[in-house]
C-alpha cells in the first residue's frame, strides 16, 4: 500500500491516516509578543516561588502561605485556612472559573488558550530554549536535515537538557505545595523524602517534557475538549483573530499590487508573506478565515503588523475583530464593538455572586461546630418517679489553636430539665462545661431527663446549644426527645 493518500474507484481513501507535520514556529516582536511574555513570568513565577513565601499563623501551625496539608486535612492560601467539611468552597472555585472561562470565550474567543493556558506557557518557555539553543525557524529546520554531526548532537543534547531541567523543577514545584518546602527540598536533596514525592515528581517531569516539548500543538488541537466547547459558545459579537480580507484581498506579490495600483486596478494589502503563518504555534493560515486549531495568540497580528510598517502600509491587516464589522465596512458603515452586552453581564454577574456568597460565608463561618446522636436501643428509659431520661452522643469541634472551653445547654425542654454531660464539670447553673483541646474533637455522652410531665408529647423538638465560654461564639444543631406520651 502506498504511504501517500490514494483514491479507490469508489472515492474511497487507501489511508485514512496522516502522520502531523511539524511545526517550527518562527520568532516575532510586538505588542502582543510582550504581554504573553509579561503573563509568562507572572505565571511561571507564582508557580515556581509561591511555595516559599512564608506566612505567621501563631505557634504550632504551619509557616507556608500556601499548602495544601493533607496529613492533618487542612488548606492553607495566607490567612484563609480551609477544612475538609467546606468541599463547598472547592466547588465554588471551579463554578467562578468555569463561568471566567465562559466570560473570556464571550469577550476575545480563545484568549485563555493563547495567554494563560499552562499548556500555551510552557510550550513557549519550550520553544524559546530551542531557539535560544538551535536558532530560528530557518536553522531549525536545516538542522533536521544536516546528517548528524558533533555539533547537532551537542545541540540536541544540550535542548534536551534543558528541556528536562525545566519539566522537573516543574514536577518538583508541585509536591512542593503539598508540604513544608524548604523541609521538603532538602529531604528531596539528600534521598530522605517520601517515595509518593519521588512518584510525583517522576510523573509530572515526564508529561510536561512530553506535552511541552514534543506533542505542543497535538495537545491543543486534539487532546484539549475546550476548542470543540468554545465553537458552541461564541457568537458573532465575540471579538476573534481575524484576518481583515475586506482590505487584503485580492492579494499578491509586493510588485505585483503596486503594479495593480499604478494601473488603477484592485489591490488587496495582503503581499503573501506567510509571515502570519510562520510564526503560528499551531500552524494555522488566518486568511482562511476561523479554525479550531486556532488559539487566538495574536503573533500573527504581530506579524503581519511589523510587515505592514516595513511596506509603507496601515497596521491591523489582521487584529481582533469580528466578521460582522468585517460586513459593515464593507457597507460603509463604522464597526460596532459589543463587549458589554446580555451575555457577558449574566457571566460577570455569576462570578460575582458566587465570589459574594463564597466571601460571606467564609467572614461568618464558625470556628465550633457540634453533632447530636440519639440514643436508638433504648431510644428513651421511664423511670419509677415519672421523669424519662434520653442519652445522646454529642461531639464537639474546636477549630482554634488553642484549648477551648464550651458551655452546653438544651433548649425546647422544661426549665427545671436536668442536663448531664458525663465525664464533665457543671457551672453554678448547672450547665455542663465541657473541655476540647487545640484543633480537635471530643464526644461526650450527654443525659437528659425531664420532670414528670403528665402531658409530654412522644417527640419534642429540642435545640442543643453550645457557648464558648471567652469569645461568646454559640453554635447549635437540632434533635428530638422522645418519650411514651402521645404521637
Not at 509578543?33 to 513565577?45: A, D, E, M, P, V
Not at 503581519?304 to 475583530?321: A, E, Q, S
Not at 484549648?403 to 465525664?423: C, D, K
Request: glycine letters at 8%.
Amino acid at each position: 500500500m502506498s504511504t501517500d493518500t490514494e483514491t479507490h474507484e469508489g472515492g474511497h481513501p487507501d489511508t485514512w491516516f496522516e502522520s502531523a507535520k511539524k511545526i517550527y514556529p518562527m520568532a516575532t516582536h510586538g505588542l502582543f509578543r510582550r504581554i504573553k511574555w509579561t503573563l509568562l513570568f507572572i505565571t511561571l513565577g507564582i508557580y515556581y516561588f509561591l511555595p516559599f513565601i512564608r506566612y505567621d499563623r501563631g505557634p504550632d501551625a504551619p509557616g507556608q502561605a500556601v499548602l495544601i496539608d493533607i496529613e492533618h486535612a487542612r488548606g492553607y492560601f495566607f490567612f484563609i485556612e480551609i477544612w475538609p467539611q467546606e468541599v463547598y468552597y472547592l466547588t465554588g472555585l471551579l463554578i467562578i472559573a468555569a463561568v471566567a472561562l465562559f466570560l473570556m470565550n464571550a469577550v476575545a474567543g480563545r484568549i485563555w488558550c493563547g495567554y494563560l493556558c499552562p499548556q500555551t506557557v510552557w510550550t513557549d518557555l519550550f520553544l524559546w530554549v530551542e531557539r535560544k539553543v538551535e536558532g530560528d525557524r530557518r536553522e531549525r529546520i536545516a538542522l533536521d536535515k544536516d546528517p548528524w554531526t558533533f555539533g547537532k548532537v551537542r545541540k540536541r543534547v544540550t535542548k534536551h537538557f534543558f528541556w528536562l531541567m525545566i519539566a522537573w523543577w516543574t514536577g518538583g514545584a508541585w509536591v512542593l505545595y503539598f508540604n513544608d518546602a524548604p523541609t521538603l527540598v532538602w529531604q528531596l536533596l539528600t534521598f530522605q523524602a517520601p517515595m509518593i514525592a519521588y512518584i510525583w515528581i517522576a510523573i509530572l517531569t515526564s508529561t510536561t517534557y512530553l506535552l511541552a516539548g514534543f506533542m505542543r500543538e497535538q495537545v491543543c488541537i486534539y487532546m484539549c475538549p475546550w476548542p470543540r466547547i468554545q465553537a458552541a459558545l461564541t457568537d458573532e459579537k465575540a471579538l476573534n483573530v481575524t484576518y481583515r480580507w475586506d482590505r487584503g484581498e485580492p492579494r499578491g506579490s509586493l510588485k505585483q499590487n503596486k503594479k495593480l495600483e499604478a494601473q488603477g486596478l484592485p489591490a488587496g494589502d495582503c503581499i503573501d508573506c506567510f509571515q502570519c503563518f510562520q510564526v503560528c504555534p499551531t500552524g494555522v493560515d488566518i486568511r482562511k478565515g476561523m479554525q479550531l486549531d486556532c488559539i487566538q495568540c495574536g503573533l500573527c497580528i504581530d506579524a503581519c503588523d511589523n510587515i505592514m510598517t516595513k511596506i509603507g502600509k496601515p497596521t491591523g491587516l489582521i487584529g481582533y475583530d469580528t466578521d460582522e464589522n468585517i460586513e459593515r465596512r464593507l457597507e460603509g458603515k463604522e464597526p460596532v464593538y459589543e463587549i458589554v452586552r446580555v451575555r457577558t453581564v449574566i457571566y460577570a454577574a455569576i462570578i460575582v455572586v458566587v465570589g459574594a456568597i463564597m466571601l460571606f460565608t467564609l467572614l461568618n463561618r464558625d470556628f465550633a461546630d457540634i453533632s447530636v446522636l440519639h440514643d436508638r436501643n433504648p431510644v428513651f428509659v421511664e423511670q419509677s418517679d415519672g421523669t424519662v431520661r434520653n442519652g445522646y452522643a454529642v461531639r464537639l469541634s474546636n477549630k482554634r489553636r488553642h484549648t477551648r472551653s464550651f458551655m452546653l445547654h438544651v433548649e425546647g425542654m422544661p426549665a427545671n430539665t436536668l442536663v448531664e454531660a458525663v465525664g464533665a464539670e457543671a457551672n453554678f447553673a448547672g450547665r455542663p462545661i465541657i473541655e476540647v483541646g487545640p484543633d480537635t474533637t471530643r464526644e461526650v455522652r450527654v443525659l437528659v431527663t425531664s420532670p414528670p410531665w403528665t402531658e409530654m408529647p412522644h417527640s419534642t423538638h429540642v435545640t442543643f446549644r453550645i457557648t464558648e465560654s471567652v469569645m461568646g461564639e454559640v453554635v447549635t444543631t437540632n434533635d428530638t426527645f422522645k418519650a411514651p406520651g402521645k404521637p
